[in-house]
């Protein structure tokens, strides 16, 4: 079993920055792509990141050149750093990723998901 288990969400102030780390553990082979999400209480979970294991990396036009997404390869993390903010960034940060079940990829991947950590900015 593999696990996501994200960190670092809290309340800040509009204008004010954090950062989300997400750290994979479990019988792990190798990580596909790997996207932070974000909910809001009676929406949908929407895409606010991704990056592919080579580091390219893509964003939401609602973020874009104010969060950067980063990734470890050797230590299984993926971050998210937040600058910025404001109250429509407040909500359920998620981690997620695509496992591949075999080096090659031959075999498909699971779709990975973490519990999540609450980011709430204030105006």
């Known amino acids: 079993q593999v696990q996501l288990v994200e960190s670092g969400g809290g309340l800040v102030q509009t204008g004010g920055s954090l950062r989300l780390s997400c750290v994979a553990s479990g019988s792990i082979v190798r990580f596909g792509d790997m996207e932070w999400y974000r909910q809001v209480h009676g929406k949908q979970r929407e895409l606010v990141a991704s990056i592919g294991s080579g580091g390219d990396a893509e964003y939401d036009e609602s973020v874009r050149g104010r969060f950067t997404i980063s990734r470890d390869n050797a230590k299984n993390t993926v971050d998210l750093e937040m600058t910025d903010l404001n109250p429509d960034d407040t909500g359920v940060y998620y981690c997620?990723?695509?496992?591949?079940?075999?080096?090659?990829?031959?075999?498909?991947?699971?779709?990975?998901w973490g519990q999540g950590t609450l980011v709430t900015v204030s105006s």
């Open positions: 997620h990723a695509d496992h591949f079940l075999d080096k090659l990829g031959l075999q498909g991947y699971d779709e990975i």
